[in-house]
């Protein structure tokens, strides 16, 4: 679907806590924004949800225009509760993908 939309929504933007992979949330047909790649779609946010959260919230809140989606497994939201309050209280338009919600997840176990 985030490809999809991709190639339907120029404004569209966002990443993974490091679990692009995992969640399937990268663009493909795109690289990853940084420094000197400005026209890149994909965020590399690393292993931080309160962090992505929030700049996902900045991103929505800046006045561009721009689209953003973050993407971590379920039982990690947790950590990015916070600003996914703050992002529902200010009205951000963020889309939050949220995927891989058993307690029994993969090699790593009850501990994901």
Not at 3 to 26: I, K
Not at 36 to 63: K, P, T, W, Y
Not at 80 to 109: F, K, P, W
Request: charged share 15%; net charge neutral.
């Amino acid at each position: 679907m985030i490809n999809a939309l991709a190639s339907v929504l120029p404004q569209w933007v966002g990443g993974s806590a490091d679990l692009a992979p995992s969640n399937l949330t990268l663009m493909k047909m795109y690289g990853d924004f940084q420094k000197d790649q400005f026209a890149e779609r994909n965020l590399r946010f690393g292993v931080r949800e309160h962090g992505m959260g929030s700049i996902c919230n900045g991103i929505s809140l800046s006045g561009t225009g721009l689209i953003p989606y973050c993407a971590t497994f379920l039982i990690f939201t947790d950590y990015m509760r916070n600003s996914m309050r703050m992002a529902a209280l200010s009205r951000a338009q963020v889309v939050y993908v949220m995927t891989h919600d058993s307690i029994g997840l993969g090699e790593d176990g009850p501990t994901h």
